[in-house]
């Protein structure tokens, strides 16, 4: 394992450490995740009212979701180091405020270009809760309660993803695309109040110095790390194909399935059901099961039900248009797909910041960037171009889990050489 050299302190005393997580703390943390799939997810059913009224293309509009995930990915490096040097708290309330300010924001954009840079703002505030909110778990619990409560943390956060963009139908009911923006201004206004009512999990003699050598030398200890880079870069790549059918959403939903604006249920339905089967799944067996097991059985199972929503997808006829039983067959692979990948994703959260115990913030920050940037070319770049047919967004689902799954089996080699190389005598 990789340790920081800071005072030698050991890893369990850098935090109040707890036996169980209450429903306040599990409620309150998977709130402050959902914030981003809220705000990505919500204003998908706002799409063609804002491109109407900005005279916006497919993929101008793309870029609302693309440029708040690069945004979100280039802050998110600082994010930790800060949370670690300032306190988990202060830096999620702060990052909070500026996002409620933003998201109310764009309530009032008079064009294409504002609503755009207010979404750059959403984006450089969001990480604040959702990626230092990730450290919190590791902070408060650790070994198998740690992994159960990013479980049930996931659980609950996976019905973002579902809710956001019936949400956002429902609010497009009550006026304009600008009460979709006010409506989730008003959810992080709620988040910052669970926020304020959590306990501060790194105490004061744990945090690093506030000094800009300190931060961007934590930053260098963990992004210099070749272990944390394949593991980061193995979760981006496996988690994209998940992540493809939301970043392609819009076009999916809308063209290749041929529904409604309120009918975006109908994919992240499939999908949320899986990743809180998976999440469940993940939360009984950190007891019973050694974590990089239950890693490579997600990356297996990845690229079995990846292959299976290919050949469904090519054996399906074409959707009609419509809410009928021809939608089965292409929805079926995504919710599998789902399933699998959230084996692995939470466990990958928690081999991240166990390299790093000293330097947890930058752990995190460090290892959710890869996945931002993947996101973001997902949603801005990747996206026009493989929504075709569903047949060729079948096709890079298979891409991305085989990358990932490579990186995984290399780094389970490298561990595996490690060991044997340290159990030689010397």
């Known amino acids: 394992m990789v340790t920081s050299a800071a005072a030698g302190r050991p890893a369990t005393s850098s935090s109040p450490r707890r036996r169980t997580a209450g429903a306040r703390i599990t409620l309150t943390l998977a709130a402050l995740g959902m914030l981003g799939p809220f705000t990505i997810n919500t204003v998908f059913p706002a ?12 993929v101008v509009l793309q ?27 202060r830096v999620m309330l702060t990052g909070l405020a500026i996002y409620v300010i933003a998201m109310l924001g764009a309530t009032l954009a008079t064009g294409m270009g504002a609503l755009i840079a207010l979404r750059v703002l959403q984006g450089v505030s969001a990480g604040a809760a ?19 409560l990013m479980a049930r943390v996931m659980m609950i956060f996976a019905l ?5 963009p019936v949400l956002g139908g429902w609010l497009l009911l009550l006026g304009d695309w600008r009460w979709v923006f006010a409506g989730v201004g008003l959810y992080g206004v709620l988040v910052m109040v669970l926020t304020a009512l959590m306990p501060e999990s790194l105490p004061r003699e744990a945090r690093i110095p506030l000094r800009l050598g300190a931060v961007l030398g934590s930053l260098w200890e963990v992004g210099r790390s070749p272990m944390m880079l394949r593991i980061a870069l193995a979760t981006a790549f496996g988690f994209a194909a998940h992540f493809v059918f939301v970043a392609a959403a819009p076009i999916i939903v809308v063209r290749l399935l041929g529904l ?13 059901i899986g990743m809180m089967a998976g999440s469940l799944v993940v939360g009984r067996a950190a007891d019973v099961m050694d974590r990089s097991r239950l890693i490579t059985i997600g990356y297996l199972g990845t690229l079995a039900t990846c292959v299976l929503n290919l050949v469904l997808v090519l054996l399906a006829p074409d959707p ?19 399933f699998t990948a959230s084996l692995f994703f939470a466990p990958m959260q928690l081999e991240i910041l166990d390299l790093f115990p000293h330097h947890r913030g930058a752990a995190a920050s460090m290892g959710t960037f890869f996945t931002l940037v993947m996101n973001a070319l997902l949603s801005g770049v990747i996206a026009p171009l493989i ?40």
């Open 387 to 426: 929504t075709g047919s569903l047949a060729v967004v079948a096709v890079a689902a298979l891409g991305y889990v085989i990358v990932g799954a490579l990186l995984w089996a290399w780094h389970l080699a490298d561990r595996r050489r490690r060991q044997r190389l340290e159990a030689l005598p010397v």
């Open 47 to 58: 799409f063609p009212q804002i491109g109407e009224e900005f005279g916006a293309s497919d």
């Open 160 to 164: 973002a993803p579902v809710i956001a």
């Open 260 to 272: 409604g604006e309120q009918d975006f249920w109908v994919l992240f339905g499939p999908l949320i």
């Open 130 to 148: 959702t990626i230092v909110s990730r450290v919190v778990v590791r902070d408060l619990f650790s070994g198998a309660e740690a992994q159960r």
């Open 63 to 89: 870029q609302l979701i693309s440029v708040y995930l690069a945004s979100f990915a280039v802050m998110s490096v600082f994010h930790g180091p800060l949370s670690d040097a300032l306190g988990r708290k």
């Open 320 to 338: 009609v248009g419509g809410l009928d039983v021809t939608l089965l067959p292409v929805l079926i692979g995504p919710a599998l797909m789902s």
